[in-house]
């Protein structure tokens, strides 16, 4: 916002700007609202009383002191964006518009932040813009002014509270990180039993495929003596077969040791078994020469 100058008052065509406005005043009264555009006006009766521009402008708010719910006294500043919307209203509702809305924000400031404590101020950054700005436009809607957005630039404690915040900070930290390190050692240990487990798991299966295979094997070997031993010629091989493990693990037994024990009740049978055993080998015998003959 700028007063005309004393030129307007002589020259009858002036210019507006695009994104301006300008307050035409007729001997001291508001007579209209000029436009972006070349414009008419009665040399020393009409002349341009307020010049606003309507783009969107920044306005900075100093550091200011602030106490917080919880009485810890704060320094915090600001970044404040508004817009002329009525430059009537501006011009003549209010001396200084930008003052006023400047110095609004910063009480509205102070009172949103003693709402809250300390904690708080430095998380609902996004709040307590929010709410800034809405009572800057409450306030400001009567002077022609809309305020678009409140930025909290920075907010500054006391060094004592600063250094506590810090502390407390790294607690959190090596909090955290132990509490990583744990959940990392506890999966690790998880995923560790987990592997022996199912490596156990096919340990045992394992083992009963190949127990069941060599049972099935050992069956299917006993029913193929079993066949062949309804044969009576292979009934006396495997007791020609027998009496010579026999008498191999004998001739052991007579080597090594000094008393000799047999078992009482079997000598005819072992005997038999023997003679039996040594017949059909002798016959065996006679039948392959015969044959080689």
């Not at 000029?34 to 009409?46: M, N, S, Y």
């Not at 932040?113 to 800057?136: H, P, Q, V, Y």
Request: glycine fraction near 6%.
């Amino acid at each position: 916002m700028r007063r005309a100058i004393f030129g307007s008052l002589i020259l009858p065509l002036f210019q507006v700007p695009q994104n301006n406005a300008y307050v035409i005043e007729r001997l001291g009264k508001y007579a209209r609202i000029a436009d972006p555009g070349l414009h008419f006006k009665l040399p020393f009766v009409e002349y341009v009383g307020y010049a606003y521009s309507l783009k969107e402008q920044v306005a900075r708010i100093d550091t200011q002191s602030a106490i917080t719910k919880d009485n810890v006294m704060i320094k915090i500043d600001g970044v404040l964006y508004y817009k002329i919307t009525n430059p009537l209203k501006a011009s003549y509702d209010i001396s200084n518009p930008v003052a006023a809305l400047t110095y609004m924000a910063q009480t509205s400031m102070r009172s949103e932040i003693g709402k809250i404590d300390l904690d708080t101020t430095f998380k609902e950054r996004a709040m307590l813009n929010s709410n800034i700005k809405a009572a800057l436009n409450h306030a400001s809607k009567k002077w022609g002014i809309e305020c678009m957005r409140y930025e909290i630039k920075d907010i500054k404690p006391p060094e004592e509270i600063k250094r506590a915040m810090e502390l407390q900070a790294e607690h959190e930290r090596l909090k955290r990180n132990t509490i990583l390190r744990s959940e990392g050692t506890m999966t690790s240990e998880i995923n560790i039993a987990e592997g022996e487990k199912q490596a156990s798991v096919l340990r045992g299966e394992g083992e009963a495929a190949r127990i069941l295979q060599e049972a099935r094997g050992l069956v299917k070997s006993l029913q193929t003596i079993g066949k062949s031993l309804e044969d009576p010629r292979t009934e006396y091989a495997v007791k020609l077969k027998l009496c010579m493990n026999y008498l191999q693990a004998l001739k052991g037994i007579l080597q090594n040791a000094k008393t000799i024990m047999l078992p009482q009740g079997q000598k005819s049978e072992l005997l038999t078994s023997v003679v039996a055993g040594m017949s059909f080998y002798t016959c065996l015998l006679y039948t392959s020469d015969a044959a080689d003959e």
